[in-house]
């Protein structure tokens, strides 16, 4: 592996990736560790999420990394292509990526550091970083790929945070970034999973532009589940003074959503609509979904 990871805080030699943890000096580490920021995530969270969500077994979560996957598939990859996933969590998305490119530099890196180390005691032969993007310690020009899913909306400095992915991506790399849709539905859901905001894809594909990116698609996920949706966010408003445990129970149910037949027949609907995807884009749904690409020009 050739990729130059940084010194981390409190060392002075550069970590070797060994292809089963980093050594800097006759030190061993699972995880480099960087800055960290948990203003929109933490540790909690992730133990939350991963136990409403089925251990990422949630249709939506399904559907986010089949169209991720799908957008990473479409590309040509040789054994130097670097790829990053920033937002790793509990690294379902990693282990699928790594059974896709196999030949790829594939890294995982989260903004706290414990799903990591968790991550970290089965898969010795991913490397794992973490590191609060927004002060993101990769070099300019290092990486070919970038893949957020559900990111930015926990950062709250979301248009700094897209500056420094246009910063690490090669002159023709690609930015997968996948974010909550429609502002005006933000409600206490958001408010519980730590989301500074939900975004309108119009908006998304401005500030994109406005860091320079090439804008090569831009859709939504979850179109035909979108009506029910939005009745639920609509209805969470009304909701909006009940107290905070009530609002957390809420949640639970609402991510649960009816049980395994129910999410059965939701997968099933989304993989349709992916299907559908690749020939047309959708005009509005529960995620925006956005591919991009910076320009190849030298600068």
């Known amino acids: ?70 957008e990473l598939k479409n590309k040509v ?43 970290a005691q089965n898969r010795r032969d991913i490397p794992l970083i973490q590191f609060d993007l927004v002060n993101c310690p990769l070099p300019d020009k290092s990486v070919d790929v970038v893949i957020a899913l559900n990111v930015l909306e926990h950062i709250q400095d979301d248009i ?9 991506l090669k002159p023709g790399g690609y930015a997968i970034i996948e974010v909550p849709a429609n502002q005006e539905l933000y409600d206490f859901y958001d408010e519980q999973l730590k989301h500074f905001r939900r975004y309108n894809l119009r908006d998304l594909c401005n500030m994109a532009l406005n860091s320079h990116f090439v804008i090569v698609n831009a859709t939504h996920l979850g179109f035909f589940l979108f009506p029910f949706f939005s009745f639920i966010k609509k209805r969470n408003k009304r909701l909006s003074n009940s107290s905070e445990s009530q609002k957390k129970n809420l949640v639970k149910k609402q991510i649960a959503l009816g ?27 529960i995620r925006c979904c956005i591919l991009l690409q910076r320009a190849e020009q030298n600068e």
């Open 1 to 70: 592996m050739e990729f130059k990871f940084p010194i981390p805080p409190g060392y002075i030699t550069e970590p070797i990736w060994t292809g089963n943890g980093f050594l800097i000096g006759s030190e061993k580490l699972s995880v480099l560790k960087y800055t960290e920021s948990n203003a929109g995530w933490d540790a909690n969270l992730t133990e939350f999420h991963e136990k409403e969500a089925e251990a990422g077994n949630h249709y939506i979560d399904r559907a986010s990394r089949l169209h991720a996957s799908i």
């Open 160 to 168: 700094a945070a897209l500056k420094q992915i246009y910063r690490i």
């Open 77 to 119: 990859y040789t054994n130097s292509t670097v790829i990053l996933e920033i937002g790793t969590s509990s690294g379902y998305l990693l282990r699928e990526i790594k059974t896709l490119v196999p030949q790829s530099v594939l890294i995982g890196s989260d903004c706290i550091p414990e799903p990591l180390e968790k991550i």
């Open 259 to 285: 049980g395994k037949i129910i999410h059965s027949m939701l997968d099933s609907l989304m993989n349709f609509e992916i299907l559908i995807g690749k020939k047309i884009n959708f005009p509005f749904g």
